[in-house]
């Protein structure tokens, strides 16, 4: 794996996303599943990681 993997932020909530460049700033995130979803499309997964900016 390349040590210059980025994680792309769009969700501008989320207290860790770098608005000016929309890029996380975190070395890494965590993705969980969505519960109770069963739909096998892409909206099955969630940021764990997500925190909410105040």
Do not use: A, F
């Not at 975190?26 to 739909?39: A, F, G, H, M, W």
């Amino acid at each position: 794996m390349s040590n210059n993997q980025k994680i792309n932020c769009t969700v501008h909530s989320c207290k860790y996303n770098e608005r000016d460049c929309n890029m996380c700033n975190l070395e890494q995130i965590t993705v969980k599943p969505y519960p109770n979803c069963d739909s096998k499309k892409t909206d099955e997964s969630v940021c764990g990681s997500y925190k909410h900016t105040n």
